[in-house]
């Protein structure tokens, strides 16, 4: 048994971490933390969670294994640094830091500690990103001629007051929707150079990007445009079209599949030479949290590795700098 120590108590641990944990053999979620610890108590009254308490009370639990990190990535490093020292393994709600620097932070703690750590990049582990990747990399496509990424939330959905339009807590667009596109292209194709970025900023917190548009070449100069964004109209985006020679790949509701991701694959002619659908059943945070608890058990390799995830910061660094903005 996986134990699961929170460190948090907003909606994407309940989500994220509680609600799977009860589908998956094999974790149970022991004890919340939160630094209000009257929060983490009305957190685990209302899910039912056994214990409660502050964060250090989480990592003196000797029940916890596997801390998740539900906190601003401003703060991952410092907190999954001590979660490490602590003898835990640790989890971080993406991205893995605030930046390339503290990221790798992280994966240096956990190296130096002999404990794990991995970012929740929990759609890597939904079949239909496995189907996706391997459709890529099969042929079917021919020479691959561009690739578009378009990750934008409805214009609904972040308002003032959101965190993710603070600058003190390493909020953007780039750092919510644009790191998936970026671990995306990396999984798919390796790593890009960024050529240029722009970015549409935000007046009061001029730090932040609501919209930024990277131009970015992937591993034998294919050219990849990735738009991250908090503007999308009133349907979003979560889209991936890729153009080769002999056909072209269009997926959609990437980041989340379960939300109805579709895949197609279509000649120069418009003929339809594969389509794939998703079963709304499987779910991308229960197949997380299976890996977690197999990777832990076995000591296998993990895609959510910290050490990987490295990479997609300092790639996420050099967008914001090729727009004018200091990464985070």
């Not at 197609?264 to 418009?270: K, L, Q």
Request: proline share 5%; hydrophobic share 45%.
């Amino acid at each position: 048994m996986i134990g699961v120590g929170i460190l948090g108590a907003g909606g994407i641990a309940e989500r994220a971490m509680v609600e799977p944990a009860r589908t998956v053999d094999g974790v149970e979620v022991v004890r919340i933390g939160a630094r209000d610890p009257e929060r983490a108590r009305a957190f685990a009254e209302r899910l039912d969670l056994p214990a409660w308490g502050d964060y250090d009370a989480v990592f003196s639990d000797p029940r916890v294994d596997l801390v998740y990190l539900a906190l601003p990535p401003i703060v991952h490093a410092e907190w999954a640094t001590r979660a490490l020292e602590a003898g835990k393994h640790v989890l971080c709600e993406k991205p893995l830091s605030a930046n390339g620097t503290t990221a790798a932070a992280i994966a240096d703690t956990a190296d130096a500690s002999g404990r794990r750590a991995f970012v929740g990049f929990h759609y890597r582990l939904h079949p239909f990103i496995a189907e996706l990747l391997a459709t890529i990399g099969s042929g079917i496509l021919g020479d691959i001629q561009r690739v578009a990424v378009d990750f934008s939330i409805p214009h609904f959905v972040v308002k003032p007051g959101n965190i993710r339009l603070d600058g003190d807590l390493a909020g953007g667009a780039v750092m919510d929707v644009g790191c998936y596109a970026v671990d995306l292209l990396r999984a798919a194709w390796g790593e890009p150079e960024v050529v240029a970025a722009s970015a549409r900023t935000y007046d009061a917190d001029p730090r932040i990007d609501l919209q930024t548009d990277a131009d970015l070449r992937l591993p034998g100069g294919v050219p990849a445009s990735v738009r991250a964004s908090f503007l999308g109209d009133d349907a979003g985006a979560m889209e991936v079209r890729v153009d080769g020679r002999a056909a072209s790949l269009v997926a959609t509701s990437v980041i989340v599949p379960q939300w109805g991701a579709t895949l197609t694959v279509t000649s120069p002619d418009g003929a339809v030479v594969r389509e794939l659908a998703v079963d709304p059943a499987e779910n991308s945070y229960s197949r997380q949290l299976e890996h977690l608890r197999d990777v832990l058990s076995t000591g296998a390799d993990s895609i959510l590795d910290a050490r990987r995830a490295v990479g997609t910061m300092r790639a996420v660094d050099a967008i914001y700098r090729a727009a004018g903005l200091q990464p985070r």
